[in-house]
Each structure stands twice: as C-alpha cells, then as structure tokens.
Nanobody, 114 residues
Framework: QVQLVESGGGWVQAGGSLRLSCAAS????????MGWYRQAPGKERELVAR???????DYKDSLKGRFTISRGNAKNTVYLQMNSLKPDDTAVYYC????????WGQGTQVTVSS
C-alpha cells in the first residue's frame, strides 16, 4: 500500500513564501514521475511541477521562476518551494506519485490573501 503524506500548506499574504513537503511510503517498485498538482475552487486539477522518469523537471509555464521542485535525501520525497505567492495560487495542492498507477496525497490547502 503506497501512501503520500503532504505537509507545509497554510495561509500567507501575497508576496510571501511557503514550502510543501511530500513523502511516499510503502512498496514502490519503480517510479515514472513524482510531483505536485493543484486544484482551485471550480477549476480542474492542473500540473504545478513534477520530476519525470528520467529526472527532468516539468513546470506549469506561468509558475516558472516562482516555484521550484526539489528532491529530498530520502527516496521518494519531494518539496515545492513557492515564492512571491499570489492570490491566484490559492488552491489545494496534491502530491502525485506516478507508477503503473497514480497515487495521490490527501491534499494541503494553500491560501494567499491580497
């Protein structure tokens, strides 16, 4: 059973920063990618940033330069550093682990006030 545990969300004023963490546990034979998605109220879930199977990074274009995804020392751990946050960044942020299946964390709320 694979589980993803996220932390680091919260409330911040516009221009502030937050760092999200995600750790995957369980039996993971191979990983095709790991990263972050978000879903704002009334909108579809969208890619924020991810590591691909070959170690490259993909970002939502509009977030490049403000958000940075990184790996932890522990296997299957990723972080998302979010700087210069805007009210439009308000959403539930989900960690994703893509193997043969897609695994999702429970989500962590990020609220940016103007």
């Amino acid at each position: 059973q694979v589980q993803l545990v996220e932390s680091g969300g919260g409330w911040v004023q516009a221009g502030g920063s937050l760092r999200l963490s995600c750790a995957a546990s369980g039996t993971i034979y191979s990983t095709n990618g790991m990263g972050w998605y978000r879903q704002a109220p009334g909108k579809e879930r969208e890619l924020v940033a991810r590591f691909t199977r070959d170690g490259r990074t993909d970002y939502k274009d509009s977030l490049k330069g403000r958000f940075t995804i990184s790996r932890g020392n522990a296997k299957n751990t990723v972080y998302l550093q979010m700087n210069s946050l805007k009210p439009d960044d308000t959403a539930v942020y989900y960690c994703n682990l893509h193997t043969y299946y897609d695994y999702w964390g429970q989500g962590t709320q990020v609220t940016v006030s103007s």
